[in-house]
């Protein structure tokens, strides 16, 4: 069984910043790929970055050159940093990992979301 807790959302002016941890634990033997997605109210849920398990990543055009997805394998830990930020990245953010489990089995797991307010 695997958890997964996301934390560091809040409240940021525009052009501010932000930092979101994905915190996975139990029996895991790895993480492969790990994506960060996002939901605005009355919008579909959206993936903002992602990155396989060789290091490639890709990112939407809304939050290029201004989000990085990173990782911290000794700490199974998935991150988004979040700069420049506007009112439009308001959204409740949802981590997603693909865990390689103890059992060598593979399965994809979700966070419980975070909120992040950007005000103007």
């Known amino acids: 069984q695997v958890q997964l807790v996301e934390s560091g959302g809040g409240l940021v002016q525009a052009g501010g910043s932000l930092r979101l941890s994905c915190a996975a634990s139990g029996s895991i033997f790895s993480i492969n790929a790990m994506g960060w997605y996002r939901q605005a109210p009355g919008k579909q849920r959206e993936l903002v970055a992602s990155?396989?398990?060789?290091?490639?990543?890709n990112y939407a055009d809304s939050v290029k050159g201004r989000f990085t997805i990173s990782r911290d394998n000794a700490k199974n830990t998935a991150y988004l940093q979040m700069n420049s930020l506007k009112p439009e990245d308001t959204a409740v953010y949802y981590c997603n990992l693909r865990i390689y489990q103890i059992s060598r089995r593979e399965y994809d797991y979700w966070g419980q979301g975070t909120q992040v307010t950007v005000s103007s």
């Open positions: 990155a396989t398990s060789g290091g490639s990543t």
